[in-house]
């Protein structure tokens, strides 16, 4: 019965957000910075989302931009 904690533990560290994971929220200046636009709700197919620019609207790039 002593290794119920220890897993509970462990599945609680694997599942928490690591901050690197996730979309960074920012302004649409910060997104045009980065290379990217402004899309509503999704980003066109064959670009990718690299951050937030509000709540529901997306920042996306090219998976090309170099």
């Avoid at 929220?25 to 899309?39: A, H, I, K, T, V």
Wanted: aromatic residues 8%; hydrophobic residues 35%.
């Amino acid at each position: 019965m002593q290794i119920l904690p220890v897993l509970f533990a462990v599945l609680l560290l694997m599942l928490r957000g690591e901050p690197g994971l996730s979309l960074a929220q920012g302004l649409p200046q910060d997104c045009e910075r980065r290379g990217g636009f402004c899309s509503h709700r999704s980003c066109p197919p064959g670009i990718g989302r690299i951050g937030l620019c509000s709540e529901e609207v997306f920042c996306c790039r090219s998976r090309w931009y170099s």
